[in-house]
């Protein structure tokens, strides 16, 4: 089998091919264009069964990996810092990048890794759509801290304020192109009503959630879910002297972490499930921010549940552990 490591940015992307023991290396642009130039050269190579690894990187990857994915070829796609632990395993001081590129495919030839699908094209839509008004909402935010500023001149004032109106305007505009997208696909629209059965999540909410696992209920678990997600409990713990305060580990996705910090706020006043886990960990001494955690871990359990069972929230159904 042959393995091709792809380092990736935004203007480029370095491949090195694996062949038994020999090795080839190319740039691309990372365009259309530089897509089929590497399908051209892979062909050139008899390569005709590859496993294409490439990194979690930004949102570059993606449109190379659903080329390669059509061209026939297997992808996966791996959290950077898998990578960079296997760099340090073998104890890698030089960095360019055909050198990642090389390392990464070794990567792919001696580690387990799980083959990569894109997914279809209205949630790749919906994701792009989602991630875009999470951009629009940061730049607002961004806009009201500089406003606050002591001492700006009217002029840079009245500018900002313009700013924030239009993209009010624009926010305005793209949730509704956001619902009017998910009521065109009755797939979204069914799990978009289970998940905002969940007291706590809202539109925006599950959107995220729709977007980013829009596989959800494939999952085997909820401890898989809350890993996809970076929400499982980190416990840093070696004979008698370590002994590190529990948080959560964050090697996961981090639009899903963020996109429930203020759902599980809201959720541990009025929904039942959470506000009793959040009432039995605060008895327990636990720390705000820890509580917090396990309020987002318990949410995106439940949005779990009810995808999964195909059943709306009802807070009989669901235990009380985190």
């Known amino acids: ?22 090795s ?27 496993v294409v690894c490439m990194e979690a990187t930004g949102s570059y990857w993606q449109d190379l990996a ?40 070794r990567f792919a030839a001696t580690q387990k890794w799980e083959p990569w699908s894109p997914p279809a094209r209205e949630i790749r839509e919906m994701q792009g759509l989602s991630r875009h008004l999470e951009f629009l909402k940061r730049s607002r935010a961004q806009y009201l801290t500089r406003i606050q500023t002591p001492g ?3 002029r840079v004032i009245h500018s900002t304020q313009e700013l924030i109106s239009k993209l009010d305007l624009e926010i305005d505009d793209l949730e509704r192109a956001i619902r009017d997208h998910i009521d065109r696909h009755p797939g979204l629209k069914a799990k978009d009503d289970l998940l905002q059965s969940i007291p706590g ?15 959800i209920e494939e999952f085997s678990s909820v401890g898989a879910v809350a890993a996809y997600a970076g929400l499982s409990p980190l416990i840093r713990q070696s004979g008698s002297s370590v002994r590190g305060k529990p948080r959560l580990c964050k090697t996961g996705n981090s639009r899903l972490r963020k996109a429930l910090y203020f759902p599980a706020i809201v959720a541990q006043r009025h929904n039942p499930t ?49």
């Open 1 to 22: 089998m042959d393995f091709l490591g792809v380092d990736i940015s935004k203007r480029d992307f370095h491949a090195v091919l694996m062949q038994g023991g020999r």
């Open 24 to 50: 080839s290396k190319k740039s691309f642009p990372n365009t259309v264009k530089g897509f089929d130039q590497l399908t051209h050269w892979l062909r050139n190579r008899k390569a005709a069964a590859v």
């Open 66 to 105: 659903a080329a390669i994915f059509d061209a026939g070829h297997t992808v996966t796609v791996i959290n950077p810092k898998r990578i960079k632990a296997f760099a340090e395993s073998e104890l890698l001081r030089t960095k360019t990048d055909a050198v990642d590129a090389a390392l990464i495919a």
């Open 152 to 154: 700006l001149p009217p």
């Open 201 to 215: 999540i809202g539109e925006t909410t599950a959107a995220t959630i729709l977007s980013e696992m829009p596989g």
């Open 274 to 322: 959470l506000r009793a886990l959040s009432d039995r960990l605060r008895a327990l001494g636990k720390p705000p921010m820890l509580i917090i955690g396990a309020l987002m871990r318990k949410l995106l359990a439940l949005a779990y549940g009810v995808v999964k069972s195909g059943q709306p929230y009802n807070s009989a159904f669901y235990p009380l552990r985190a």
